[in-house]
Protein backbone atom coordinates (compact mmCIF):
# COMPACT_ATOMS: atom_id res chain seq x y z
CA UNK A 1 0.00 0.00 0.00
CA UNK A 2 1.29 3.39 -1.21
CA UNK A 3 0.75 6.37 1.98
CA UNK A 4 -0.81 9.29 0.97
CA UNK A 5 2.10 11.08 -0.88
CA UNK A 6 3.92 14.35 -1.10
CA UNK A 7 4.80 13.82 -4.90
CA UNK A 8 8.40 13.78 -5.40
CA UNK A 9 9.49 10.96 -8.36
CA UNK A 10 12.65 9.17 -8.71
CA UNK A 11 13.85 7.50 -12.18
CA UNK A 12 17.10 5.86 -10.74
CA UNK A 13 19.21 4.09 -13.45
CA UNK A 14 16.52 2.70 -14.96
CA UNK A 15 16.85 -0.16 -17.92
CA UNK A 16 13.54 -1.37 -20.06
CA UNK A 17 12.71 -3.84 -22.62
CA UNK A 18 9.59 -4.69 -23.87
CA UNK A 19 9.18 -8.61 -23.49
CA UNK A 20 12.34 -10.01 -25.18
CA UNK A 21 13.83 -7.23 -27.59
CA UNK A 22 16.13 -4.70 -26.87
CA UNK A 23 15.98 -2.04 -24.22
CA UNK A 24 13.80 0.46 -25.42
CA UNK A 25 15.01 2.86 -22.61
CA UNK A 26 18.95 2.78 -21.53
CA UNK A 27 19.79 3.90 -18.16
CA UNK A 28 17.52 6.92 -17.27
CA UNK A 29 17.50 8.75 -13.97
CA UNK A 30 15.64 11.48 -13.76
CA UNK A 31 14.93 13.43 -10.33
CA UNK A 32 11.85 15.28 -9.92
CA UNK A 33 10.92 17.65 -6.51
CA UNK A 34 7.09 17.53 -5.25
CA UNK A 35 4.72 19.99 -7.42
CA UNK A 36 7.46 20.28 -10.57
CA UNK A 37 6.49 20.47 -14.16
CA UNK A 38 7.98 17.97 -16.36
CA UNK A 39 7.68 17.76 -20.42
CA UNK A 40 8.94 15.58 -21.92
CA UNK A 41 9.78 16.10 -25.29
CA UNK A 42 11.19 13.99 -28.51
CA UNK A 43 10.94 12.44 -32.11
CA UNK A 44 8.50 9.74 -32.14
CA UNK A 45 9.35 6.23 -30.94
CA UNK A 46 12.45 8.06 -28.60
CA UNK A 47 10.81 6.97 -25.75
CA UNK A 48 8.51 8.90 -24.39
CA UNK A 49 5.26 7.49 -23.31
CA UNK A 50 7.44 4.13 -22.36
CA UNK A 51 8.48 6.24 -19.40
CA UNK A 52 5.08 7.75 -18.23
CA UNK A 53 4.33 4.27 -18.82
CA UNK A 54 6.61 2.50 -16.04
CA UNK A 55 5.66 4.98 -14.36
CA UNK A 56 1.87 4.24 -13.73
CA UNK A 57 3.61 0.83 -13.74
CA UNK A 58 1.62 -0.62 -17.30
CA UNK A 59 4.70 -2.36 -17.36
CA UNK A 60 7.45 -2.68 -14.67
CA UNK A 61 11.26 -1.77 -15.10
CA UNK A 62 14.03 -4.31 -16.77
CA UNK A 63 16.57 -2.67 -14.45
CA UNK A 64 17.22 -0.15 -11.87
CA UNK A 65 14.09 1.68 -9.39
CA UNK A 66 11.73 4.37 -9.70
CA UNK A 67 10.43 5.80 -6.36
CA UNK A 68 7.85 8.31 -5.08
CA UNK A 69 8.49 9.73 -1.92
CA UNK A 70 11.55 7.32 -1.72
CA UNK A 71 9.49 4.21 -2.35
CA UNK A 72 9.96 1.63 -4.85
CA UNK A 73 7.05 1.58 -6.71
CA UNK A 74 7.10 -2.00 -7.91
CA UNK A 75 6.91 -2.99 -3.62
CA UNK A 76 3.19 -1.24 -3.20
CA UNK A 77 -0.15 -2.61 -4.86
CA UNK A 78 -1.02 -0.89 -8.44
CA UNK A 79 -4.13 0.13 -7.30
CA UNK A 80 -2.84 2.09 -4.18
CA UNK A 81 0.07 3.91 -7.03
CA UNK A 82 -3.00 4.46 -9.43
CA UNK A 83 -5.17 6.25 -6.52
CA UNK A 84 -2.64 9.01 -6.06
CA UNK A 85 -1.91 9.45 -10.08
CA UNK A 86 -3.85 11.13 -12.26
CA UNK A 87 -3.54 9.97 -16.14
CA UNK A 88 -4.66 11.60 -19.17
CA UNK A 89 -4.35 9.81 -22.07
CA UNK A 90 -4.63 11.84 -25.60
CA UNK A 91 -7.63 10.20 -26.55
CA UNK A 92 -9.11 10.04 -23.16
CA UNK A 93 -11.66 7.69 -21.88
CA UNK A 94 -15.16 8.76 -22.51
CA UNK A 95 -17.92 6.28 -21.46
CA UNK A 96 -21.60 6.72 -23.11
CA UNK A 97 -23.44 9.29 -20.12
CA UNK A 98 -23.54 12.60 -20.06
CA UNK A 99 -21.15 15.43 -19.53
CA UNK A 100 -21.72 15.78 -15.85
CA UNK A 101 -21.07 11.98 -15.66
CA UNK A 102 -18.11 12.06 -17.48
CA UNK A 103 -16.44 14.33 -15.19
CA UNK A 104 -18.02 13.37 -11.86
CA UNK A 105 -16.35 9.70 -12.77
CA UNK A 106 -12.76 11.72 -11.18
CA UNK A 107 -14.74 11.87 -7.89
CA UNK A 108 -18.04 9.61 -8.08
CA UNK A 109 -19.45 11.95 -4.18
CA UNK A 110 -18.74 15.05 -6.08
CA UNK A 111 -22.08 17.04 -6.41
CA UNK A 112 -23.05 18.88 -9.59
CA UNK A 113 -21.84 21.95 -7.91
CA UNK A 114 -18.34 20.14 -7.43
CA UNK A 115 -18.41 19.63 -10.69
CA UNK A 116 -19.13 23.03 -12.30
CA UNK A 117 -16.68 24.36 -10.03
CA UNK A 118 -13.76 21.81 -11.14
CA UNK A 119 -15.30 22.20 -14.94
CA UNK A 120 -15.03 26.34 -14.84
CA UNK A 121 -11.28 25.92 -13.19
CA UNK A 122 -9.64 24.52 -15.99
CA UNK A 123 -12.04 26.39 -18.63
CA UNK A 124 -14.31 23.64 -19.59
CA UNK A 125 -17.41 25.09 -18.63
CA UNK A 126 -17.58 27.87 -21.43
CA UNK A 127 -17.78 24.76 -24.23
CA UNK A 128 -19.86 23.05 -21.32
CA UNK A 129 -22.52 25.57 -21.35
CA UNK A 130 -22.45 26.86 -24.95
CA UNK A 131 -23.87 23.47 -25.59
CA UNK A 132 -28.33 23.04 -26.06
CA UNK A 133 -28.01 20.64 -22.73
CA UNK A 134 -24.85 22.28 -21.07
CA UNK A 135 -23.61 19.49 -18.68
CA UNK A 136 -26.69 16.79 -19.61
CA UNK A 137 -25.30 16.75 -23.24
CA UNK A 138 -25.42 12.95 -23.76
CA UNK A 139 -22.36 11.65 -25.32
CA UNK A 140 -21.64 8.36 -26.35
CA UNK A 141 -17.79 6.27 -26.09
CA UNK A 142 -15.78 7.36 -29.09
CA UNK A 143 -17.45 10.99 -27.70
CA UNK A 144 -19.32 12.24 -30.44
CA UNK A 145 -19.96 15.88 -30.64
CA UNK A 146 -16.71 16.77 -28.89
CA UNK A 147 -13.60 17.30 -30.20
CA UNK A 148 -10.37 16.28 -29.60
CA UNK A 149 -9.21 19.12 -27.47
CA UNK A 150 -12.78 19.19 -26.06
CA UNK A 151 -12.55 15.25 -24.57
CA UNK A 152 -9.23 16.80 -22.86
CA UNK A 153 -11.18 19.57 -21.28
CA UNK A 154 -13.25 16.85 -19.85
CA UNK A 155 -10.50 14.93 -18.46
CA UNK A 156 -8.72 17.77 -16.67
CA UNK A 157 -12.14 18.34 -15.00
CA UNK A 158 -12.20 15.05 -14.07
CA UNK A 159 -8.41 15.00 -12.95
CA UNK A 160 -9.11 17.56 -10.74
CA UNK A 161 -12.19 16.44 -9.16
CA UNK A 162 -9.73 13.43 -8.41
CA UNK A 163 -6.84 15.80 -7.26
CA UNK A 164 -4.20 12.94 -7.49
CA UNK A 165 -0.52 14.60 -6.32
CA UNK A 166 0.93 13.23 -9.50
CA UNK A 167 -0.25 13.97 -12.96
CA UNK A 168 0.64 12.07 -16.63
CA UNK A 169 -0.38 13.98 -19.74
CA UNK A 170 -0.52 12.93 -23.26
CA UNK A 171 -1.27 16.53 -24.72
CA UNK A 172 -3.23 15.87 -27.57
CA UNK A 173 -1.69 16.54 -31.10
CA UNK A 174 -4.44 17.06 -33.33
CA UNK A 175 -5.79 20.25 -34.67
CA UNK A 176 -7.34 22.31 -32.28
CA UNK A 177 -9.34 25.66 -32.78
CA UNK A 178 -7.54 28.90 -30.82
CA UNK A 179 -10.50 28.71 -28.44
CA UNK A 180 -10.17 25.84 -27.19
CA UNK A 181 -6.35 25.58 -27.49
CA UNK A 182 -6.48 28.98 -25.27
CA UNK A 183 -8.96 27.03 -22.36
CA UNK A 184 -7.16 24.53 -22.57
CA UNK A 185 -3.47 26.26 -21.84
CA UNK A 186 -5.12 27.99 -18.87
CA UNK A 187 -7.05 25.32 -18.35
CA UNK A 188 -3.52 23.19 -17.46
CA UNK A 189 -2.05 25.62 -15.14
CA UNK A 190 -4.19 25.50 -13.09
CA UNK A 191 -4.59 21.41 -13.01
CA UNK A 192 -0.69 21.22 -12.60
CA UNK A 193 -0.67 23.66 -9.63
CA UNK A 194 0.88 21.97 -6.28
CA UNK A 195 1.33 18.59 -8.64
CA UNK A 196 3.87 16.41 -10.01
CA UNK A 197 3.55 16.83 -13.72
CA UNK A 198 4.52 14.37 -16.40
CA UNK A 199 3.74 15.96 -19.94
CA UNK A 200 4.36 14.26 -23.11
CA UNK A 201 4.27 17.89 -24.53
CA UNK A 202 3.35 18.69 -28.06
CA UNK A 203 3.11 22.59 -27.39
CA UNK A 204 5.55 25.64 -26.84
CA UNK A 205 3.40 26.91 -24.09
CA UNK A 206 3.63 24.04 -22.05
CA UNK A 207 7.30 23.29 -23.06
CA UNK A 208 7.56 26.99 -21.61
CA UNK A 209 6.11 27.07 -18.97
CA UNK A 210 7.42 23.75 -17.64
CA UNK A 211 10.47 23.84 -14.62
CA UNK A 212 11.91 20.53 -16.05
CA UNK A 213 12.15 19.50 -19.85
CA UNK A 214 13.70 16.34 -21.16
CA UNK A 215 14.90 15.30 -24.28
CA UNK A 216 14.56 12.11 -25.17
CA UNK A 217 16.44 10.14 -28.04
CA UNK A 218 16.25 6.87 -28.81
CA UNK A 219 15.47 5.26 -25.09
CA UNK A 220 18.15 8.34 -23.83
CA UNK A 221 18.05 11.50 -22.02
CA UNK A 222 20.01 14.30 -24.27
CA UNK A 223 19.55 17.30 -22.92
CA UNK A 224 18.05 18.55 -19.96
CA UNK A 225 17.08 21.92 -18.47
CA UNK A 226 14.20 24.91 -18.48
CA UNK A 227 13.28 26.90 -21.36
CA UNK A 228 15.84 29.77 -20.29
CA UNK A 229 18.89 27.01 -20.39
CA UNK A 230 18.19 25.67 -23.60
P1 LIG B 1 5.28 8.82 -29.84
O1 LIG B 1 5.53 10.28 -29.77
O2 LIG B 1 5.10 8.33 -31.23
O3 LIG B 1 4.22 8.31 -28.92
P2 LIG B 1 7.27 7.94 -27.97
O4 LIG B 1 8.44 8.80 -27.82
O5 LIG B 1 6.20 8.04 -26.95
O6 LIG B 1 6.67 8.11 -29.40
P3 LIG B 1 7.28 5.15 -27.29
O7 LIG B 1 5.84 4.97 -27.59
O8 LIG B 1 7.70 5.17 -25.88
O9 LIG B 1 7.83 6.46 -28.00
O10 LIG B 1 8.07 4.02 -28.07
C1 LIG B 1 9.46 3.79 -27.93
C2 LIG B 1 9.83 2.53 -28.67
O11 LIG B 1 9.20 1.41 -28.04
C3 LIG B 1 9.40 2.50 -30.12
O12 LIG B 1 10.44 1.95 -30.87
C4 LIG B 1 8.20 1.59 -30.13
O13 LIG B 1 8.11 0.89 -31.36
C5 LIG B 1 8.48 0.64 -28.98
N1 LIG B 1 7.25 0.16 -28.33
C6 LIG B 1 6.27 0.94 -27.81
N2 LIG B 1 5.30 0.17 -27.25
C7 LIG B 1 5.68 -1.12 -27.43
C8 LIG B 1 5.09 -2.39 -27.07
N3 LIG B 1 3.94 -2.44 -26.40
N4 LIG B 1 5.77 -3.50 -27.42
C9 LIG B 1 6.95 -3.44 -28.07
N5 LIG B 1 7.54 -2.28 -28.45
C10 LIG B 1 6.92 -1.13 -28.12
Redesign the pocket.
Known sequence: ELKPIKGKVTFDDVTFA??E?SP?LKNVSIDVKPGETVA?V??????????V?LLSRF?NVTDGQIKIDGVDISTVTIPSLRKQMGIMLQDPFIFSGTIMDNIRYGRLDATDEEVIEAAKTVQAHDFISSLKDGYETEVNERGTRLSSGQRQLISFARALLADPKILVL?EATSSIDTETELAMQKGMEHLLEGRTSFI?AHRLSTIQNADKILF?DN?KIIEEGTHTEL
Open positions: YEGILGATGSGKTTISYDIIG
